[in-house]
């Protein structure tokens, strides 16, 4: 079955770095443009980028420009988020999400950004 | 910050019919189709409606969907407990370039 998993979340000090990967599974990964989406504790959903099946399209969400980049292993079925310079304000559950509508979305991993 | 405005809340009592509104600009939904997500406590959220007023198989026709200009509406009728949920609308802003979601309706069921 279609299946998206979230894994490199944790608690992380302002300024570091963190990488989030997202492994997808039951279908043609290689096809679909594929989500990065978070969610702040008690917050709404929150769009963060994009990547186009084949990677040669990237879209941030203003909140992230210039501090995380998004990038994909078609040979590997992974997508991953690279976060930056991160601050109390990029502590959230971060979905991937795959497809041009977000049809499939995995379970979430949780970034906590704090001293 | 959201740039789709939605309604904090909606209520109805099992059996009724609820609407949900999605207020946009010309560069979101004016321009773009919309879709919306449902989302319960401490889960993933899930497509419920895309393309204005598609449901995805398994979405049962109890939901639908609507959009006129910048303002899109998703209604939910014959209300049961099972729809109490958070639900999202959302769609691209050509100016943002960018997908952006509304701020969210938590929908309770009396």
């Known amino acids: 079955q279609v299946q998206l998993v979230e894994s490199g979340g944790g608690v992380v000090q302002p300024g570091r770095s963190l990488r989030l990967s997202c492994a997808a599974s039951?279908?043609?990964?290689?096809?679909?443009?594929m989500h990065w989406v978070r969610q702040a504790p008690g917050k709404g959903l929150e769009w963060v980028a994009l990547i186009s099946f084949d990677g040669s399209y990237k879209y941030f969400a203003d909140s992230v420009k210039g501090r995380f980049t998004i990038s994909r292993d078609n040979s590997k079925n992974r997508l991953d988020l690279q976060m930056n310079s991160l601050t109390a304000e990029d502590t959230a559950v971060y979905y991937c999400?795959?497809?041009?509508?977000?049809?499939?979305w995995g379970k979430g991993t949780t970034v906590t950004v704090s001293s | 910050q959201s740039v789709l405005t939605q309604p904090p809340s909606a209520s109805g009592t099992p059996g009724q019919r609820v609407t949900i509104s999605c207020s946009g600009s010309?560069?979101?939904?004016?321009?773009?189709?919309v879709n919306w997500y449902q989302q319960f406590p401490g889960t993933a959220p899930k497509l419920l409606i895309y393309a204005n007023k598609q449901r995805p198989s398994g979405v049962p026709d109890r939901f639908s969907a609507s959009k006129s200009g910048t303002s899109a509406s998703l209604a939910i009728s014959g209300l049961q407990s099972d729809d109490e949920a958070d639900y999202y609308c959302a769609a691209w802003d050509d100016s943002l370039n960018g997908h952006v979601f509304g701020t969210g309706t938590k929908v309770t069921v009396l």
């Open positions: 039951g279908f043609t990964f290689s096809s679909y443009s």
């Open positions: 999400a795959s497809g041009t509508n977000m049809d499939v």
């Open positions: 010309s560069s979101n939904i004016g321009s773009n189709t």
